[in-house]
Nanobody, 120 residues
Framework: QVQLVESGGGLVQPGGSLRLSCAAS????????VGWYRQAPGKERDLVAR???????SYADSVKGRFTISRDNAKNMVYLQMNSLKPEDTAVYYC??????????????WGQGTQVTVSS
């Protein structure tokens, strides 16, 4: 059984920073690509940032230069550093990962989400 658990969300003022964490636990042989998504009320869930197994990263245009995704494979952790936050960044943030539960068996998992609210 594999679980993804996000943490680090909260209320922050515009211009502030937050660091989200995504912890993977369970029977894990390895972690492939990981993405951070967000979903605002009444909107679709969109990809914010992605990191490959080889540490290649990509970002949505709306967060480029402000957000940084990183990973610690030894700890099965992925992070999203969010700087210069704007009210439009307010959303529930989800972690999504492709995880090998055996040498050649990979499944896709979602976390439960963490709320980020940017407001003065």
């Amino acid at each position: 059984q594999v679980q993804l658990v996000e943490s680090g969300g909260g209320l922050v003022q515009p211009g502030g920073s937050l660091r989200l964490s995504c912890a993977a636990s369970g029977t894990i042989f390895g972690i492939d690509a990981v993405g951070w998504y967000r979903q605002a009320p009444g909107k679709e869930r969109d990809l914010v940032a992605r990191i490959s197994s080889g540490d290649s990263t990509s970002y949505a245009d709306s967060v480029k230069g402000r957000f940084t995704i990183s990973r610690d494979n030894a700890k099965n952790m992925v992070y999203l550093q969010m700087n210069s936050l704007k009210p439009e960044d307010t959303a529930v943030y989800y972690c999504n990962a492709d995880i090998f539960i055996a040498r050649y068996l990979k499944h896709n998992y979602w976390g439960q989400g963490t709320q980020v609210t940017v407001s003065s």
